[in-house]
């Protein structure tokens, strides 16, 4: 077999086999495969698409390509959560112990983040003591008992599309629903869930900016996951305005733990519960989607779910006295400034890239990988949009431990437009199965 020969084939429209897919990424996992014949690849496929089952078979590769985690030690469907990212994403914190509280194992593992705020693991090493580096053993113990716990992600996870994706980030090649699909895919697989739920993005926020563009991915996502026996399905939410009211790691935990106390922002606790009714029906929990999520909302509200979340906490070496006390326990900024609206009127646009931008700058996200994040640091919107804003009241509330500039504010002011009327915007656009 010859890597220019299956160039050749995709150039003439002609379907890869499983078996050229599998051979391709081995060799090139391998090294034997040199980078600019991967990149001809990458190229044709970012042109001329992959079938439904190119798609299946590339991802299995990767998965195959590396370590596979066994989970079949956790009793139970156990359930999976990903987000194709975005502007104050805090869901996962939520969604791990409220969903867990209604019975169904959530064994998640997350990675740190890059861009403009950490990621889920970064998130929760703002509480004190809360540690992600456990053994595999320690970890199926803790779902078992506890019904959650998260980790992070294993080093040797699809090593295949560490490395395509990082020759695609030199190619222009990373905007391909195949090789998007199957990227994100190859990891959940690995992870070893048996169902996974998607939120995939869209709008200024997200990487898929139109809500066709999510569509597509989604359903390509969903096929792929189905095809290779994971009960897989994907809620396109908005993400034209930050989700929630809190883009920073520290201020994103204070945000998660007044949502599990059922006093969280609306947009956040509604797509908490969207999500999580899927995760809490495909986990066995209700004999119907309106039943589970009755379940969640009770949780929220009688107190379960914030218990859960103290386990988890608590079981992975954090100070659970986090949910009662987290002005004391949570990292605090030395410096913070105020954002003031211009003039009275409604807020009809927040450019959520732009926040996220300026959140970066306080110190809250990475600009490189070697780049330390301040837990402390981040924005909090005063004013969503729909709401009603008075010329100097506040907008957002900036924090940081590094002195704040203007640019950074007035980023957050061109970012918020204030206008006579709002259009409401629709926080859920399409459900994917």
């Known amino acids: 077999m010859r890597m220019i020969d299956l160039i050749e084939k995709k150039q003439h429209d002609q379907e890869l086999t499983e078996q050229e897919i599998k051979w391709m990424i081995k060799e090139y996992t391998a090294d034997t495969i040199p980078d600019y014949q991967m990149s001809a690849m990458a190229m044709v496929i970012y042109f ?38 975005g502007v104050g994403d805090t869901t996962t914190l939520i969604l791990a112990p409220l ?4 019975g169904v194992p959530v064994a998640k593992m997350s990675g740190r983040g890059l861009g403009h705020t950490g990621g889920t693991i970064d998130k929760l090493e703002a509480i004190p003591g809360f540690h992600v580096e456990i053994s595999k053993e320690q970890f199926v113990e803790l779902v078992n008992e506890n019904k959650v716990a998260v980790v992070g992600q294993s080093g040797n996870l699809t090593p295949a599309d560490k490395k395509l994706y990082a020759l695609r980030d030199v190619t222009s090649t990373v905007e391909s629903i195949p090789l998007i699909a199957s990227s994100i895919m190859s990891k959940k697989i690995a992870s070893g869930a048996d169902a996974i739920v998607l939120d995939v993005k869209t709008g200024a926020g997200a990487f898929m900016k139109s809500v066709d563009q999510a569509r597509e ?182 924090y940081s431990n590094k002195p704040i500039d203007e640019s950074t504010k007035q980023t957050i002011t061109e970012s918020m437009k204030i206008s006579e009327t709002a259009e409401p915007l629709t926080l859920v656009y399409d459900i994917i199965k």
């Not at 969903?99 to 209604?102: F, L, M």
């Open 48 to 85: 001329k698409g992959m079938t439904k089952a190119e798609r299946s078979a590339l991802t299995m590769a990767m998965v195959e390509s590396g370590d596979q985690i066994d989970l079949s030690a956790i009793s139970g469907v156990k359930v999976d959560k990903h987000s194709t990212g």
């Open 99 to 102: 969903v867990a509280s209604v």
């Open 217 to 398: 991915l989604a359903e390509a996502m969903v096929e792929i996951g189905n095809a290779v026996g994971r009960n897989t399905m994907a809620v396109i939410s908005d993400m034209s305005q930050p989700l929630g009211n809190a883009i920073g790691n520290g201020l994103e935990v204070k945000e998660a733990i007044e949502t599990l106390k059922g006093n969280g922002p609306k947009d956040l606790t509604e797509l908490c519960l969207v999500l999580g009714s899927q995760m809490a029906y495909l986990g066995g929990a209700g004999n119907s989607l309106e039943e589970a999520r009755a379940l969640l909302e009770e949780n929220l509200h009688n107190g379960k779910a914030l218990e859960a979340f103290k386990v988890f906490v608590k079981s992975q070496g954090g100070d659970e006295t986090v949910a009662d006390h987290m002005d004391e326990v949570l990292p605090t900024a030395e410096f913070t400034a105020e954002v003031t609206a211009e003039k009275a009127g409604v807020v009809s646009t927040i450019v959520a890239d732009q926040v996220g931008l300026a959140a970066m700058r306080l110190g809250a996200g990475r600009e490189t990988k070697e780049s330390e994040i301040d837990l402390a640091a981040g924005v909090y919107l005063n004013k969503k949009v729909g709401d009603a804003v008075e010329m100097g009241e506040s907008l957002a509330t900036l």
